[in-house]
């Protein structure tokens, strides 16, 4: 019968490193899966994690689509001449007040916002839950006839909204848009889907 001699010290330390190394390979295979289960998964984050947003960019006039809770959110940096126009021919609007609970009690105002100039709105209509167009463009460059105050327009039954989301009178959506709640994190940055400091 063969005898086995014990190896030397080179070998022995060569097998202990090698060992060492298959076990750590091994137990990273073994916590990565416990570890992204940790991470936030997309389901989380459509269920409602709060997501920033860089305004410093947003010219006025333009417009910009994010998504929250896997709905479009629409941030809009408006004119002087937008804001303007929601002081005009309120009586057209059908909640000019906003007395429908659909925007935080910080938007409760005329522009339905924080911060005047920035319009933050959930993009669903009101009446089946399309999302309507954007018709920002004032007066006969919109299409929409000559005292068309710029807004949105939703495609699917024809029911318009102000650019503080407001719907008319006479359409079918029942009610405003909805502002979601959100906070400005700096001048340039805002979270939208969170309002812990209410404003």
């Given at each position: 019968m063969a005898q086995m001699s014990a190896p030397d010290g080179k070998k022995r330390?060569?097998?202990?490193a090698a060992t060492s190394?298959?076990?750590a390979v091994g137990a990273a295979f073994?916590?990565?899966?416990?570890?992204?289960?940790?991470?936030?998964?997309?389901?989380?984050k459509a269920a409602g994690a709060p997501v920033e947003v860089d305004i410093s960019k947003l010219e006025p006039g333009m417009l910009i689509t994010v998504e929250w809770r896997g709905r479009p959110v629409w941030v809009l940096r408006r004119t002087k001449e937008m804001?303007?126009?929601?002081?005009?021919?309120?009586?057209?609007?059908?909640?000019?007040d906003s007395e429908?609970?659909?925007?935080?009690?910080?938007?409760?105002n005329p522009t339905r916002s924080i911060k005047p100039e920035v319009m933050v709105m959930v993009g669903i209509c009101s009446h089946l839950g399309?999302?309507?167009?954007?018709?920002?463009?004032?007066?006969?460059?919109s299409g929409l006839g000559d005292?068309?105050?710029?807004g949105f327009l939703c495609p699917c039954h024809g029911s318009?909204?102000?650019?503080?989301?407001?719907?008319?009178?006479?359409?079918?959506?029942?009610?405003?848009l909805t502002v979601p709640p959100y906070m400005y994190l700096t001048d340039s940055r805002l979270l939208i889907g969170e309002d812990k400091k209410g404003a």
């Open positions: 330390r060569f097998l202990v190394v298959v076990g073994v916590a990565t899966p416990f570890l992204v289960s940790m991470s936030p998964s997309q389901r989380a804001l303007e126009s929601l002081t005009k021919d309120t009586d057209k609007i059908a909640d000019p429908q609970p659909l925007q935080p009690d910080y938007a409760r399309c999302s309507p167009s954007e018709k920002l463009k004032i007066g006969p460059d005292d068309w105050p710029g318009k909204f102000d650019l503080a989301g407001r719907v008319f009178k006479g359409m079918p959506a029942p009610v405003n």
